[in-house]
């Protein structure tokens, strides 16, 4: 017993008696095991979590994971491990807190303001992402900067507690804080979930002082504009507590109580209808023209014509929607995810109903996927549209929310490698033309363009014209190459914008179309197809003896499925629905299994 316990803290509490004796001794005397039970009342708490190193060692290496995934200014990063210990009338228990924040050097000022948030449990990445395990807290701490020093703060969300600490589109350019990035991780061995539909959040009531505490004072030390003599309203207006979205917030209201009504009519609709954030956006400009709305004007023309700003009010919108739908219905379980809505997602691959998150152990095993296709997707939450289609083309896809990092280079290299069709797919502004450009393997665009326009034309959406789903915008200057469309240095047509037009099935099908073209060659779908399950072929009569039948069935079957494997599956022209596939072979295969001779006999046992 003594071998058994000498690295648990059990052992000091373990009685003489019970260090001596062997565990067979034990396992055959309930009065030993009861003993052995009772002596753990005297074993004292956890006095500190055990990290593995020192705090400040773990800091570095917390700010050195995050510069290996994102481009950051290092010298501004910073890192907080807090250990802690909580204790309540039921249990005693410890915890360690590690978070860090730095700015990001890959996004400029048109994405000031914005954070992304990474935060995890015991190490697990939460699946919706933005800070979703640690929803629904109840944060308070002191202000340190500006009108809000020394005044009590509170908030619900992370996403609240970095939008009080300058992460937000406030007025004046000067007081917004540069995009960065956060990374929280809660280690303890008593987390308690919560979520009607799985983990999706914690109770996080024991460790709500030292989040809210680390969280806002490292986004304090994140810089802003101050200084940077840039501006993006006119200076001279009035300070306001209310963030911008005060003008716009009524349609964004309306348009989640619709919304609401729509889904508990026909819960479907969250496969059928999803929608991305941005996807929002494009139903909700229309009523926003149609109702006279018009953003702040930003600059004018040569003409002395005023050019609205669209871009900056699109951003505030959808950066208010989760804080919207928690003020329309607090303390309900109405998520983004309830609505149908998807959010941004990280550098994760989508396959058959799973999902891998991309790293360095995982990068080699994901670029064996048993599967022909290998789509990159600029955008984010467009993966979430497509899983329904994609799954029953077994076509992998993967997230990277506008970044391409090591790990996700080296998928596509690995990929590549191991014979399937990589291809990327971006909006078409030079943002996503530059992304395809940059990668470090040659790979292959599916789209969109303005073609895809004209294709769409072709098949059945006569009426949809580029004003439709075009938008201007101002890009910098520098990033063109003397080849690139012109129509490029003032428009832009983006993935959300097409398929609220046409939908999911229907953008579906011009990828479809797309991988066929650009992958024109024979696929192998013999380690795609799964061979058939024997036990679905048996008959009634001799579910007896499943034994004897599981060998027999195989045999009936066999010659019949390496004809199909050889035949149909090892050159398939174009995709290949693998779900009605499966069907046919089901049909082909199991009229041959029952008319057996041999399955008609009962075997003698």
């Known amino acids: 017993m003594s071998d058994a316990f000498a690295n648990f803290r059990e052992l000091p509490c373990l009685p003489r008696k019970l260090k001596q004796i062997?565990?067979?001794?034990?396992?055959?005397?309930?009065?030993?095991?009861?003993?052995?039970?009772?002596?753990?009342?005297?074993?004292?708490?956890?006095?500190?979590?055990?990290?593995?190193?020192k705090p400040k060692v773990r800091e570095l290496q917390l700010i050195n994971s995050l510069e290996e995934i994102y481009k950051i200014d290092t010298e501004r990063a910073r890192a907080k491990v807090v250990l802690g210990q909580h204790s309540d009338f039921q249990q005693t228990f410890t915890y360690a807190l590690e978070v860090a924040a730095a700015p990001r050097l890959d996004l400029d000022a048109s994405k000031a303001g914005e954070i992304e948030i990474i935060d995890s449990v015991n190490d697990l990445v939460s699946?919706?992402?933005?800070?979703?395990?640690?929803?629904?807290?109840?944060?308070?701490?002191?202000?340190?900067?500006?009108k809000?020093?020394?005044?009590?703060?509170?908030?619900?969300?992370?996403?609240?507690?970095?939008?009080?600490?300058?992460?937000?589109?406030?007025?004046?350019?000067?007081?917004?804080?540069?995009?960065?990035?956060?990374?929280?991780?809660?280690?303890?061995?008593?987390?308690?979930?919560?979520?009607?539909?799985?983990?999706?959040?914690?109770?996080?009531?024991?460790?709500?002082?030292?989040?809210?505490?680390?969280?806002?004072?490292?986004?304090y030390k994140m810089p802003s504009y101050h200084g940077d003599g840039l501006r993006w309203a006119d200076d001279s207006l009035e300070d306001n507590d209310d963030d911008s979205s005060g003008e716009y917030v009524g349609y964004l209201r309306n348009f989640l109580l619709e919304r609401r009504k729509a889904v508990e009519a026909d819960p479907s609709l969250t496969v059928k209808d999803r929608l991305t954030q941005s996807g929002v956006w494009y139903r909700i400009r229309p009523e926003m023209i149609r109702g006279g709305f018009r953003p702040r004007n930003r600059s004018t023309d040569s003409k002395g014509r005023a050019i609205y700003d669209w871009g900056s009010t699109r951003i505030g919108l959808t950066k208010r929607i989760r804080k919207t739908i928690e003020e329309l219905w607090p303390?309900?379980?109405?998520?983004?995810?309830?609505?149908?809505?998807?959010?941004?997602?990280?550098?994760?691959?989508?396959?058959?109903?799973?999902?891998?998150?991309?790293?360095?152990?995982?990068?080699?095993?994901?670029?064996?996927?048993?599967?022909?296709?290998?789509?990159?997707?600029?955008?984010?939450?467009?993966?979430?549209?497509?899983?329904?289609?994609?799954?029953?083309?077994?076509?992998?896809?993967?997230?990277?929310?506008?970044?391409?990092?090591?790990?996700?280079?080296d998928l596509m290299r690995l990929a590549v490698k191991a014979g399937l069709n990589v291809c990327i797919l971006t909006d078409y502004d030079i943002h996503g033309l530059n992304i395809w450009r940059d990668t470090k393997i040659r790979i292959k665009r599916l789209g969109i363009d303005r073609d895809t326009i004209r294709w769409f034309h072709k098949n059945g959406y006569a009426d949809l014209r580029e004003e439709d789903v075009e938008e201007e915008y101002s890009p910098n200057p520098s990033l063109f190459r003397a080849d690139d469309d012109p129509y490029l240095v003032t428009k832009r047509i983006e993935l959300d914008s097409i398929i609220e037009k046409v939908g999911a099935n229907a953008f579906w099908k011009y990828l479809a179309h797309q991988l066929n073209v650009k992958f024109s060659g024979k696929?192998?779908?013999?380690?795609?197809?799964?061979?058939?399950?024997?036990?679905?072929?048996?008959?009634?009569?001799?579910?007896?003896?499943?034994?004897?039948?599981?060998?027999?069935?195989?045999?009936?079957?066999?010659?019949?499925?390496?004809?199909?494997?050889?035949?149909?599956?090892?050159?398939?022209?174009?995709?290949?629905?693998?779900?009605?596939?499966?069907?046919?072979?089901?049909?082909?295969?199991?009229?041959?299994?029952?008319?057996?001779?041999?399955?008609?006999?009962?075997?003698?046992?």
């Open 331 to 409: 303390g309900e379980d109405v998520t983004r995810e309830y609505l149908g809505i998807v959010a941004k997602a990280r550098a994760m691959l989508y396959f058959n109903g799973r999902v891998f998150p991309v790293s360095f152990d995982s990068r080699e095993e994901l670029a064996r996927t048993k599967t022909t296709d290998l789509v990159i997707v600029e955008k984010e939450g467009i993966t979430d549209v497509l899983l329904d289609s994609a799954k029953r083309y077994r076509i992998a896809l993967v997230a990277t929310g506008g970044r391409f990092t090591d790990y996700v280079q």
């Open 523 to 605: 696929r192998d779908y013999r380690d795609i197809v799964p061979e058939p399950q024997t036990r679905d072929y048996y008959t009634n009569e001799i579910n007896d003896f499943l034994g004897y039948i599981e060998d027999y069935t195989e045999s009936a079957y066999h010659d019949e499925w390496m004809r199909i494997k050889n035949e149909e599956l090892a050159n398939v022209d174009g995709l290949l629905d693998v779900d009605d596939k499966m069907a046919s072979i089901d049909h082909k295969l199991k009229p041959t299994v029952q008319s057996d001779e041999g399955m008609k006999k009962s075997p003698q046992l």
């Open 127 to 146: 699946p919706s992402g933005r800070g979703a395990y640690f929803d629904g807290g109840d944060y308070h701490w002191t202000g340190e900067k500006g």
């Open 148 to 219: 809000h020093k020394g005044t009590l703060l509170s908030a619900t969300t992370l996403k609240d507690i970095a939008f009080k600490c300058g992460f937000n589109n406030d007025l004046h350019l000067s007081k917004v804080k540069k995009p960065g990035v956060l990374f929280i991780n809660l280690k303890c061995r008593v987390i308690e979930f919560r979520g009607a539909k799985g983990k999706t959040h914690i109770e996080t009531r024991p460790f709500a002082s030292d989040i809210a505490s680390a969280v806002s004072n490292l986004l």
């Open 22 to 53: 062997t565990i067979q001794e034990l396992s055959t005397s309930p009065d030993l095991i009861v003993e052995l039970w009772n002596s753990r009342e005297g074993m004292k708490p956890e006095a500190t979590f055990k990290l593995g190193c």
